[in-house]
Each structure stands twice: as C-alpha cells, then as structure tokens.
C-alpha cells in the first residue's frame, strides 16, 4: 500500500516512463516546478489539489499515486486493517500535516472516484488556504464539527450531516473547533 514517502517517487516514475520534464510537467499541471521538485523529492506534503492537477497533467487518476494491486474485483476494507496511506495539507506552511487519508480501496484499480476516511486535525493558526480543482466532492461527518468553506460561503457541518460540492469553487474543508474531526469523503476528478 502507498504512503505519503512514496507519493513522490510515484509522480517521478510516471513521468520519466511518459518522457515528460519537471517543466513539461509544471507547465500542464500549472505548478511550479520548484513544487514539482519538492513533491517528487518528498520535501513538501501537497495538499490534494496539486495531486489532481498532477494526475491529471499526467493523464492517470488520482489513485494510481495510492495503488498497488491490480484487483478488478469488489473492494472490501475492514476496520481493523485501515492503513494511513497520506497525509496532506492545505496550510501555506506545506510540512504541517492537516489531514491523514485512510484510503478505502486502494486495492480497487480502474476506479473512477476516491474514497476515504480522513481525520481532520485542528490547526487554527491561520495558515490555512483554498484550494480548487476539477471534480466534485462528497464529506460525510462522523465525529466531531467541520468547517465547510466553499466560495464565499461557510457551513458547520455535525456529526451525520453531508455536504456534497463541486471541487472546482475554491474550497476548503477543516475542524470547525480544537477537537478535529473524522469524516468519510469521496473525490471524484475527471482524468
């Protein structure tokens, strides 16, 4: 199963085999490629809007970053055997891991959307950003209150309630109080 340490070798690896430069790269995935360096060289935690534009630009999905198995079969996760897969962050400080990703199937290929159980944690220190890319967005909380910034709109969502969105209205999703949160998520971005 991927991890956060491995995410980077991944995109590299991708890249190299479809001949394409860290400029080539950063020019479709509109990154820099001081960005694109610092993720392929594990030295930033990216948040997952650079991931899809990245996917993207490379015209794989978001999964591939995440997958190891080529199971064509259902996907069943049990409780007991969630391995955190990611961590990611939307803050300016890019090395403050704000969420950790518990990816749902990772043993599913060819899927279309991601799901996930993603512990929110609490950071108030202001350092938190938009974010926006193509697709769209399903949160379900199950513990905790979310904070739901999505435009210029903000909602407090509680434990039961969802919110459902399209991902590319700049966005941003954080504990709405010190607790955290825990959701489940589906992100959905079109290769």
Same mark, same amino acid.
């Given at each position: 199963? $991927?991890?956060?340490k491995n995410i980077g070798t991944k995109i590299k690896s991708i890249r190299e085999s479809k001949q394409i430069t860290v400029e080539e790269l950063a020019e479709r995935s509109q990154l820099s490629t #001081? &960005?694109?360096?610092?993720? =392929?060289?594990?030295?930033?935690? /990216?948040?997952?809007?650079?991931?899809?534009?990245?996917?993207?630009?490379?015209?794989?999905?978001? @999964?591939?970053?995440?997958?190891? !198995?080529?199971? *064509? @079969?259902?996907?069943?996760?049990?409780?007991?055997?969630?391995?955190?897969?990611?961590?990611?962050?939307? $803050?300016?400080?890019?090395?403050?891991?704000?969420?950790?990703?518990?990816?749902?199937?990772? &043993?599913?290929?060819?899927?279309?959307? #991601?799901?996930?159980?993603?512990?929110?944690?609490?950071?108030?220190?202001?350092? *938190?950003?938009?974010?926006?890319?193509? %697709? #769209?967005?399903?949160?379900?909380?199950?513990? %905790?209150? *979310?904070?739901?910034?999505?435009?210029? #709109?903000?909602?407090?969502?509680?434990? @039961?309630?969802?919110?459902?969105?399209?991902?590319?209205?700049?966005?941003?999703?954080?504990? +709405? !109080? =010190?607790? @955290? +949160?825990?959701?489940?998520? +589906?992100?959905? $971005? /079109? $290769?």
């Open positions: 199963m $991927a991890d956060d #001081e &960005q694109i360096n610092n993720i =392929e060289n594990d030295m930033n935690v /990216p948040s997952l809007a650079p991931l899809i534009k990245i996917a993207r630009a490379l015209g794989v999905r978001l @999964g591939t970053f995440l997958d190891d !198995d080529e199971n *064509l @079969g259902p996907a069943v996760s049990r409780k007991n055997e969630a391995v955190e897969t990611i961590h990611t962050s939307n $803050a300016e400080e890019k090395t403050v891991k704000h969420n950790n990703f518990f990816t749902l199937a990772p &043993q599913k290929s060819g899927r279309s959307m #991601e799901p996930f159980f993603i512990e929110i944690n609490a950071i108030d220190d202001g350092t *938190l950003e938009m974010s926006a890319h193509e %697709g #769209e967005e399903f949160i379900y909380v199950l513990e %905790g209150t *979310l904070k739901v910034i999505y435009g210029k #709109e903000s909602y407090i969502l509680n434990e @039961g309630d969802s919110i459902y969105y399209d991902s590319i209205v700049s966005h941003l999703v954080c504990a +709405a !109080d =010190e607790k @955290g +949160a825990k959701i489940i998520a +589906a992100v959905y $971005a /079109p $290769a």
